[in-house]
C-alpha cells in the first residue's frame, strides 16, 4: 500500500559572481563529486534514513531518503557521466524518485536511465525506474490470473484476455485518467500496464528524477525515463499485455547546454502502449540544441535572483490513508506484497472501511480509492461516501469509504479530484 500526496515553479552565460547563479536550498556538495566512466548502478537502498537538508558528509555519496518527502536526495558538488558510461539505479524498497541538489555544473555525455523494465513472466512483476510503479502481473496458474498495472494510472486487465495500457500525462485506450500536473511538483513517474490472460505482465512505469544545478547543466548524451514495453503476440491481439506509460525528468539549472536527448516516453506496445510522462524545463539561459525533448516540455524562465523549488509549498493540499479496517497505516509504507510483510493486514471479510484525510482540501472535493491485487483481478476504484470536518484551520477533513476485499495482497492508493 502506498499513500500518494494529491496530485497538484519551481543562473548568465557569464557569471560575474556567485550572485549570479540561482539558489538551489541543500546544496551543500556533503555526497562529493559524482563522476562516472562506466556502467554504474546506484543502489538506493543503501541511502541513509533522515530529513532531506541534513548534513550527510558520514555517509557520502550514498544519499538521504526522506519518508516525508518520497524521495532519495544527493548532494553533489559537481557530475559527470561519460560517453559511453550508463549511470541507472537499483530500487529503495519503497521506489521514490531520486533528486539531485548540485553546487556546481552536470555534464552528461553518457546515458542517465530511469526507464522501467519491460514486461516479464509472472509470477514476477516489472520493475519501475525509481518513482514509478510496477507492472501487472500475467497469468499465473488457476486463481492466481492476471492482475491490472500499479500505479494511480495502472492500466486494466481485462475480460478480453488483454492488458492495457497506462495512463499518466493523458490517456490511452481504457486507461484511468490523467494524473499529476506539468510542473512536477509533487514528483512522480509512470504507473505500470496491465497483464495478460497469458503469462506476460505490463511494462513497468518510467522513474522520476529532479535535476537541480546552480551552474550548466549539459546534455549531449541521453537521459530517460521511458516506460517499459508491452508483449505483444505477433499476428493476433489476443492475450497481449499493456504497456507502462513514461516517468517523470524536471530539469532546473542556471544555464542549459549541449545537443543530447530527454524522453519520458510511453511504453510500447503495438496493440496497447501506455501514455507519455512528463519534462519540465527551468532555467535562466537557454543554450541548448538538444536533439530531442519528448514530449514536448513544459518550459519556464528563470531570473539568477530565484530559488529552485523542491517540494510541494507548506500549504499545498496534501491526502493521506489514516487506516484500513481497524488497522492504523503506516507513515511510510512500501506495498511489498509480502516480501517485507504487510503494510496492513485485516481479516478476510466482503468489505471494508478506509479512513482518508485531506489537509487544505475543499469539501467540494472527489476523494477515490483504488484497490489493486497482486493477482487474479483488475482494479476497483471507489468514491469517498461520507465526511466530517476535523479540524476547521488548516482544513482537515476525514473521509470514508468502503472497498471490497479479495484473499491475498492488495495495493491501495488515494487521489483527489478538486472543484
Do not use: C
Request: hydrophobic residues 40%; proline residues 5%; glycine residues 14%.
Amino acid at each position: 500500500m502506498k499513500t500518494t500526496l494529491l496530485w497538484i515553479v519551481v543562473l548568465m552565460i557569464f557569471r560575474l559572481s556567485a550572485l549570479a547563479a540561482i539558489t538551489v536550498p541543500g546544496a551543500d556538495g556533503t555526497d562529493g563529486t559524482l563522476s562516472i566512466s562506466s556502467n554504474t548502478v546506484i543502489d538506493l537502498s543503501q541511502a541513509v534514513e533522515g530529513l532531506w537538508d541534513d548534513d550527510n558528509t558520514v555517509a557520502a555519496g550514498a544519499g538521504i531518503y526522506d519518508s516525508n518527502k518520497w524521495a532519495v536526495v544527493f548532494k553533489y558538488s559537481s557530475v559527470t557521466i561519460d560517453n559511453g558510461a550508463t549511470l541507472s539505479f537499483a530500487n529503495h524498497r519503497g521506489r521514490p524518485p531520486v533528486v539531485w541538489l548540485i553546487d556546481g555544473d552536470v555534464t552528461i555525455n553518457g546515458v542517465l536511465d530511469l526507464n522501467g523494465e519491460d514486461w516479464t513472466t509472472a509470477p514476477s512483476v516489472a520493475e519501475p525506474g525509481p518513482g514509478g510503479f510496477r507492472g501487472g502481473m500475467g497469468y499465473y496458474a488457476v486463481s492466481v490470473g492476471a492482475s491490472a498495472g500499479f500505479g494511480p494510472g495502472g492500466g486494466f486487465t481485462m475480460v478480453d484476455n488483454n492488458g492495457r495500457g497506462a495512463s499518466h500525462a493523458h490517456t490511452v485506450d481504457s486507461s484511468p485518467d490523467a494524473y499529476g500536473n506539468p510542473a512536477l511538483v509533487p514528483l512522480l513517474g509512470g504507473s505500470g500496464g496491465g497483464g495478460a490472460s497469458s503469462a506476460r505482465g505490463g511494462g513497468a512505469g518510467g522513474g522520476a528524477i529532479l535535476i537541480v544545478s546552480t551552474g550548466t547543466l549539459e546534455i549531449n548524451g541521453t537521459v530517460r525515463a521511458n516506460g517499459g514495453n508491452a508483449y505483444n503476440q505477433a499476428y493476433t491481439t489476443s492475450n497481449d499485455s499493456g504497456g507502462g506509460s513514461g516517468g517523470g525528468i524536471r530539469l532546473v539549472a542556471d544555464t542549459f547546454t549541449g545537443s543530447g536527448i530527454v524522453e519520458a516516453q510511453a511504453g510500447g506496445g503495438s496493440d496497447y502502449p501506455g501514455a507519455l510522462g512528463r519534462v519540465r524545463m527551468e532555467r535562466v539561459v537557454n543554450n541548448n540544441t538538444w536533439t530531442s525533448i519528448a514530449p514536448s516540455p513544459s518550459v519556464v524562465g528563470l531570473t539568477a535572483a530565484d530559488t529552485a523549488l523542491l517540494w510541494p509549498p507548506i500549504m499545498a493540499p496534501t491526502v493521506k490513508i489514516v487506516s484500513i479496517g481497524s488497522e492504523i497505516a503506516p507513515a511510510d509504507p512500501l506495498a511489498s506484497f509480502g516480501t517485507s510483510g504487510a503494510d496492513v493486514a485485516i481479516a478476510q471479510t466482503n468489505t471494508t472501511e478506509v479512513v482518508i484525510e485531506t489537509v487544505y482540501v475543499e469539501e467540494a472535493s472527489v476523494v477515490k480509492v483504488r484497490l489493486t491485487p497482486r493477482s487474479n483481478a483488475s482494479f476497483t476504484e471507489v468514491v469517498a461516501s461520507q465526511y466530517q470536518i476535523v479540524n476547521p484551520d488548516p482544513l482537515t477533513i476525514q473521509w470514508t469509504a468502503d472497498i471490497p476485499v479479495s484473499s491475498g495482497y492488495s495495493a491501495v492508493q488515494v487521489h483527489v479530484v478538486r472543484p
